[in-house]
């Protein structure tokens, strides 16, 4: 006699929408470009030897990649000269921001979740993943919170078989789990 056993994925019959942040991930190299090897005795930038720098670098070679700038020395550095850096790069890099290379992460996840259509979340149960191979900064999992809280029914965090509840929207309003 062959018996046939059902196997019912509950899962998929929960009516849970996973999201899965990292992969939001933008493509591209990442790189930190630190003033402080433009900087005199790593102290200060000299005007005229950073002018004479920024003429004869080649700033191709940012093309296609994701640039944040900063001074990892103990320096003042004038505004004009990040504004300098920027305005060289920008022409070729895919981004360009202050800050370092956790900053840059920040500002490109936030980017994408700005170009997430929310609407398709409105009154879902939505399981952010969480521990991926990619890694995904703490800001966007809140930036991706705040925006659910304003149009998901449940918010929870995990995988959708072991789920941390974070927000479950109650008849009149709001509030959290």
């Not at 940012?62 to 700038?69: C, L, M, Q, W």
Request: with cysteine.
């Amino acid at each position: 006699m062959d018996i046939q056993e059902n196997i019912v994925n509950k899962v998929a019959q929960s009516g849970l929408i996973s999201l899965d942040l990292s992969e939001l991930y933008p493509a591209g190299e990442r790189f930190f470009y630190d003033i402080k090897d433009n900087l005199f005795h790593g102290l200060m930038l000299k005007e005229k030897d950073f002018r004479e720098f920024v003429k004869e670098h080649d700033w191709e070679s940012y093309a296609g990649k994701h640039v944040a700038i900063g001074c990892s020395a103990d320096a003042i550095v004038p505004t004009w000269a990040y504004m300098l850096l920027a305005s060289k790069m920008a022409p070729y890099a895919k981004t360009v921001v202050f800050g370092d290379l956790k900053t840059l992460e920040t500002v490109l996840f936030d980017r994408e979740l700005n170009k997430l259509d929310m609407e398709k979340f409105r009154d879902q149960r939505v399981v952010v993943k969480g521990c991926g191979e990619i890694p995904v900064p703490d800001s966007a999992y809140i930036d991706i919170t705040s925006k659910l809280n304003a149009v998901a029914k449940s918010i929870m965090y995990g995988e959708p078989c072991s789920t941390v509840p974070i927000f479950k929207r109650s008849g009149s309003g709001s509030s959290p789990e």
